[in-house]
């Protein structure tokens, strides 16, 4: 039986914690045979372009030291945010004889499995997350923009999720929290009443930010 981590991220693209743990702990047990209380699961709730992610940076850590002999992500998009990115990760991975299972792709990277179609797929694969996050994050921009010529924005207050300062909005620090939470109600996952207990609001808030998506990339 081997030893397994889980890595979860939330991240614009896919805000639902709880459905990345549950796949790919299912994962685990079905595929590679691990007790559900023997894996190690790492977890990031930050967004950004890099890896400089404090659950990744353990991740990686405990796989140097050779704590485990597979990592199980969701996705691609959850491992790298960037091809270079992937690569690295790959390759680190690899060098340590940890075997990389991607749920979503059904994909395997082993270490002595050296597959040229496969590596290309993988590859392919990480350009698309790239690219996924980087329109993410011009959608956010081109939202915010339209947002701020509104004239009824300039007087009004700052967006859930949002600070204002000399007329722009700025990321609070519940920012990615809220765009987690609004995901799952734009979903059908999450009501609006549980929505304003998590974000420690009200239910017209909610209704009002879920008018505005564009501004948190979610349209």
Do not use: W
């Not at 991240?11 to 639902?16: C, L, P, V």
């Not at 709880?18 to 691990?34: C, I, M, P, V, W």
């Not at 890099?50 to 691609?76: C, I, K, P, W």
């Not at 075997?99 to 290309?120: C, M, S, W, Y």
């Amino acid at each position: 039986m081997a030893s397994v981590a889980c890595y979860c991220r939330v991240s614009t693209e896919d805000q639902s914690l709880e459905r990345q743990l549950t796949s790919t702990q299912e994962y685990a047990e079905d595929r590679l045979g691990s007790e559900l209380g023997d894996l190690q699961i790492f977890r990031d709730k930050s967004t950004g372009t890099n890896t400089d992610r404090s659950g990744y940076q353990e991740l990686m850590d405990s796989a140097s030291s050779g704590e485990f002999d597979a990592v199980v992500v969701h996705s691609v998009s959850r491992i790298c945010r960037s091809i270079t990115d992937l690569e690295r990760t790959a390759a680190r991975l690899e060098e340590k004889g940890v075997e990389l299972h991607i749920v979503q792709e059904g994909l395997t990277i082993k270490p002595e499995n050296d597959d040229p179609f496969q590596r290309a797929l993988f590859q392919l694969l990480g350009v698309f997350a790239e690219l996924e996050a980087n329109m993410a994050q011009q959608r956010t921009k081109e939202g915010i923009a339209a947002r701020q010529k509104d004239e009824d924005y300039h007087h009004g207050p700052s967006p859930l999720g949002f600070t204002k300062e000399d007329g722009h909005l700025h990321e609070a620090d519940n920012y990615h929290d809220v765009v987690a939470v609004l995901d799952l109600v734009r979903q059908g996952k999450l009501s609006k009443r549980k929505a304003a207990q998590r974000l420690s609001t009200s239910r017209p808030t909610i209704t009002r930010s879920l008018g505005r998506l564009e501004i948190y990339g979610l349209e």
